[in-house]
């Protein structure tokens, strides 16, 4: 059997969700008989190939944020959106009922220890968001796995029921948002 | 004594009873928010809708009958609650991570409950500064979901009327009745029946979140199904 490719990205996260699929412990010996990695933190390839499968955790927050997400769902046959951020934003999106430009302004040019009275502008930093989006609402997301962050028995679930062709469903016992 | 079908099995019941009444009492699950058994219904969350002779209807207001035969779980009606579920999610703020109502809130186990991953639908956002002016008790209007318990508890019981629900349509929302409209300049007291009824996390007790660690929150232990009834029990 092919083993499936697997691209994994963080964007506006914290890299928990990460750390909970490392989680999943020994097991990875098991997922890594069955799986490839492509482009992934893991790694640290830069570049997202044709996947099978891609996880993304994090909101959206920058205009870096949604040229990487573009890019996996073109690359990646299935998509999924990783833990709270990726689905409703999560602590990132508490921004959003503030003005942009009221919390730069307030950060560079107000906070002690970090105004410098300048914003910063330097061409290679990406450009924030408005507001802070979950992954749906700019492309199609096939799968969602929610927790702050998914358990790795959710992951673990997702993964081993996607291997073995089975709809991923998950218990009582599994879908948390906390 | 009369009865009325619930999906088929028999549940009996008292003359005005309404069909969620007479289902809770019989330990059957109908989903519901708005609805608390110590209070007049007020039917405006919809969830607790069911099917009746091919008609849907609010069971919580609606009158238990003779005969009747009413359907509640099945597909179609467990998407439509689905659906106002996940609405409801995002009229609000519902960051459940940092919720003290996590594990313990109504709204989140219903999502639960009907398998929601996600809200599905665009988030709103909206711009709803939090109430802390009274001493032991906040006020965390991101996450009202308008059920009017608060607003009936204050005025039906403690005979205070804090609560109100304001506007029309989409624009409906919680006020509250001082001047200044805030808490902090109202008769509220943390003794106040309205202080316990909320089922999500607006009326928060200072001073003690999080105090109970996950996994014994009250729905770590028991499926909302299996919780609802609990609040007959613990009243007898
Ligand atoms: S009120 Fe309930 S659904 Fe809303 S954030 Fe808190 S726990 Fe989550
Ligand atoms: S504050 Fe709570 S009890 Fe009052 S209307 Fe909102 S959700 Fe219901
Ligand atoms: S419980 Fe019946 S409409 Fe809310």
């Known amino acids: ?178 | 004594m009369k009865s009325f079908l619930l999906d088929g099995e028999r549940i009996s019941f008292e003359e005005g009873e309404t069909i969620l009444q007479a289902a809770i009492r019989a330990g059957k699950y109908i989903p519901h928010l708005c609805f608390h058994p110590e209070f007049r219904p007020h039917g405006s969350c919809k969830l607790c809708t069911v099917k009746i002779a091919g008609r849907q209807s609010a069971s919580c207001t609606r009158l238990a009958a003779e005969g009747l035969e009413v359907e509640s779980e099945t597909a179609e009606l467990n998407a439509e609650r689905l659906l106002l579920t996940q609405m409801l999610f995002v009229e609000g703020n519902h960051f459940c991570p940092s919720c003290e109502k996590s594990g313990d809130c109504q709204l989140q186990a219903t999502a639960y409950h009907l398998g929601m991953t996600s809200a599905h639908f665009d988030h709103f956002y909206p711009n709803r500064p939090v109430d802390a002016s009274h001493p032991e008790y906040l006020l965390d209007f991101n996450r009202c979901i308008l059920c009017s318990l608060c607003v009936r508890a204050s005025r039906d019981v403690d005979n205070k009327n804090v609560f109100a629900l304001a506007g029309r349509g989409i624009a409906t929302h919680l006020v509250v009745n001082a001047r200044s409209g805030k808490l902090g300049d109202t008769d509220f007291a943390a003794t106040d029946k309205a202080a316990s009824v909320c089922p999500v996390g607006v009326i928060l007790k200072k001073g003690k979140g999080f105090s109970v660690p996950i996994g014994s929150r009250t729905f770590d232990k028991k499926e909302i199904g299996e919780w609802v009834d609990t609040r007959l029990k613990e009243r007898t």
């Open chain 1, 1 to 178: 059997m092919a083993r499936l490719k697997v691209a994994t990205a963080t964007l506006a996260g914290c890299f928990g969700c990460h750390m909970s699929f490392l989680a999943i412990d020994e097991r990875i010996f098991e997922l890594v008989e069955h799986v490839e990695f492509d482009r992934s933190p893991i790694n640290d390839i830069k570049k997202v190939g044709e996947c099978d499968l891609g996880l993304i955790e994090g909101g959206l927050c920058n205009s870096e944020n949604v040229e990487v997400l573009r890019e996996f769902r073109k690359k990646c046959r299935i998509l999924v959106a990783v833990g709270a951020c990726a689905i409703n934003g999560g602590l990132p999106a508490q921004r959003n009922p503030i003005p942009l430009s009221v919390i730069l302004d307030e950060i560079y040019l107000g906070e002690a220890g970090i105004a410098h009275g300048v914003i910063p502008n330097d061409p290679e930093l990406p450009l924030p968001l408005n507001k802070v989006h979950p992954l749906h609402e700019v492309v199609k997301i096939d799968y969602f796995l929610p927790g702050c962050p998914p358990s790795a028995d959710v992951i673990w679930k997702f993964l081993t029921d996607l291997l073995a062709g089975r709809e991923p469903e998950f218990g009582p016992e599994l879908l948390h948002y906390d």
